[in-house]
């Protein structure tokens, strides 16, 4: 079974732009989050998609968004980038959106705003 | 939300047994306790779950004391390959409330 993969790897932005960044989970599972990792701030949850649905959101301003298409691929956008923006981000898969449901790691995409 | 705390950083040696803890005072009661192992440039990777008492697995072990409010995983005789960042990480049953600890830093010793 392929594992969760991230689309593209590595991202280098100016400030003011935006970005999209993919994710496809492991096949059937249908539950996607989001996670921001940085030096100063760790791991940060960003937002959690289920069935098309966003169920759950962290704390990140509305510059942060993301969405889930019907075949459970999901995107997440960052508009108006600020330096601070640079990060690693990761998605995970699930089969359901529960806390007892394990989460797989994608690689992540290393953005990097300049 | 709950917030979580780990030490920042372990050293031990090859075939020693590694506890490493996450404290979380302000657990929820549907909150489920897993971790995770991250190396350099990757995404984190799954190592044990738990709610409570003792769970073990080939890999390892997670002891949770009957009040939740601290979480201890266990790693038995490291090897240089488990030199990694581990992390505890709470999510709700309904998949709320996904709080990440701040990290340990493992380096395992020759």
């Known amino acids: 079974k392929a594992g969760v993969t991230q689309t593209p790897r590595y991202l280098i932005k100016t400030r003011g732009q935006q970005v999209t960044l993919s994710c496809s989970p492991i096949?059937?599972?249908?539950?996607v989050s989001w996670y921001q990792q940085t030096p100063g701030q760790g791991l940060q949850f960003l937002f959690e998609y289920f069935s098309e649905t966003q169920r759950n959101k962290g704390n990140f301003p509305g510059r942060f968004s993301g969405r889930q298409f019907s075949n459970s691929r999901s995107e997440m956008n960052v508009s108006t980038l600020e330096l601070g923006d640079s990060a690693l981000y990761l998605c995970a898969s699930s089969s359901l959106p529960s806390g007892s449901d394990t989460q797989y790691f994608g690689p992540g995409t290393r953005l990097t705003v300049l | 939300l709950a917030k979580t705390t780990q030490p920042i950083s372990m050293d031990s040696y090859e075939g020693q047994e590694v506890n490493i803890t996450c404290s979380h005072n302000?657990?929820?009661?549907?909150?489920?306790i897993t971790w995770y192992q991250q190396f350099p440039s990757q995404g984190p990777r799954f190592i044990i779950q738990?709610?409570?008492t003792k769970v073990t697995n080939e890999v390892a072990s997670l002891f949770i004391p009957a009040d939740r409010k601290s979480s201890t995983l266990s790693l038995p005789r490291v090897s240089l390959s488990d030199t990694a960042v581990y992390y505890c990480?709470?999510?709700?049953?309904?998949?709320?409330?996904?709080?990440f600890g701040p990290g340990t830093r493992l380096s395992v010793l020759p």
């Open positions: 738990g709610y409570k």
């Open positions: 302000n657990i929820a009661t549907n909150d489920y």
């Open positions: 990480l709470l999510a709700g049953s309904y998949g709320q409330n996904f709080v």
């Open positions: 096949s059937g599972h249908r539950s």
